[in-house]
């Protein structure tokens, strides 16, 4: 007797990009395709992942460990205090970047840097490991060739970016709308 359903089996890795957002519409099958696409990149605690000002060239999936977001302060007057609260950051290049500005910190199961998907602007932030991380990274190269080679996962892809985009805006807006009413 011919089967005429075969089960693909998935891998550990499959199944764990397959339960984020961002992946979660896509068939065994597609996910094995976008999987074929993605990178892994271990990451020490304070390593710099990507600084303030430069190209955006991928998106991050935070497989294990946690990722700080910041704005570096660039000596306009802001001062925040390092972890541990004691005394202002002092404004000195060899200061670890990041140290103030803090915008998120982020942990296993979540992505960032969504934006170099859509666009080659600069990052508009600094990424790096609060902690020893994995990151699974997907160039935009990789989704662009996706993008005209298999249109469906593509699309599903955006779509699900489109989504996480929206919500963070909305977000934004009740945060600052939260923020005037208190000023």
Known sequence: MVKLFRFRKTTPRQERLHE?????????????????????R???EGEVIFDEGEEGQAIY?????EVLIS???HGNGRHATQQGGASPAPSH????QGDTGRVAQLGPGTFFGELALLDNSPRSAQAR???PCE???FFRDDFVSLLETHA??????????ARHLGTRMRAMALSMSAHQHLV
Do not use: C, M, W
């Open 42 to 44: 271990h990451y020490l």
């Open 152 to 161: 469906r996962i593509s699309s599903k892809i955006s779509r699900q970016l």
């Open 135 to 137: 990151l699974i990274i």
């Open 129 to 131: 490991a609060a902690s």
């Open 61 to 65: 999936i935070i497989a294990s460990g």
């Open 93 to 96: 290049p060899l200061r670890r």
């Open 20 to 40: 984020l957002s961002l992946f979660v519409n896509l068939t065994p099958a597609e996910l094995e395709i976008v999987d074929g696409l993605l990178h892994e």
């Open 71 to 73: 704005l570096p302060d």
